[in-house]
């Protein structure tokens, strides 16, 4: 019965030794480094005329936050499935996206449809600041 016990405690011992976060997303390991260009910076569509205000930042502590002018900002839990492959979840649904090219101003990602209906890509830059979404007619 002790060992039983231990074994519960273990995992929540662990728990509170990082205060309840998740481990962060690991650097790519082609980043020498230690910087992941990626993380902690706020990401816009390169193109915003249809979208405006479309932002997109992968957070270091494994939080993406999403949000354009006229929807309600979404808070995701993002991770890294491998170098290059990322994945988060909207009302459930599992998004996968590749990452295709990512550098100081750029980031491009391939990110699948759900139910296998193919895939976009989205084309990001580093948002300009300040910033602030147009008035829309309301």
């Known amino acids: 019965m002790l060992h039983g016990a231990r074994t519960l405690l273990l995992p929540l011992v662990c728990f509170a030794c990082t205060n309840g976060q998740r481990p962060a997303p690991s650097a790519s390991?082609?980043?020498?480094?230690?910087t992941?260009?990626?993380v902690n910076r706020v990401?816009?569509?390169?193109?915003?005329?249809?979208?405006?205000?479309?932002?997109?930042?992968f957070l270091s502590d494994g939080t993406?936050?999403?949000?354009?002018?006229?929807?309600?900002?979404r808070l995701s839990h993002w991770e890294r499935e491998s170098d290059g492959r990322l994945l988060w979840r909207e009302d459930g649904?599992?998004?996968?996206?590749?990452?295709?090219?990512l550098t100081e101003t750029e980031l491009v990602?391939?990110?699948d449809?759900?139910?296998?209906?193919?895939?976009?890509?989205?084309?990001?830059?580093p948002a300009a600041v300040p910033y602030v979404c147009p008035d829309y007619p309301r």
Do not use: Y
């Open 109 to 111: 990602l391939r990110i």
């Open 29 to 34: 390991e082609g980043d020498p480094a230690g």
């Open 64 to 73: 993406l936050i999403q949000d354009s002018c006229w929807e309600t900002h």
């Open 36 to 38: 992941d260009l990626l």
């Open 43 to 57: 990401w816009t569509l390169s193109e915003p005329a249809e979208r405006p205000g479309v932002i997109k930042a």
């Open 93 to 101: 649904i599992a998004i996968r996206a590749v990452i295709v090219t």
């Open 113 to 125: 449809l759900a139910g296998g209906n193919g895939s976009i890509e989205e084309r990001l830059v």
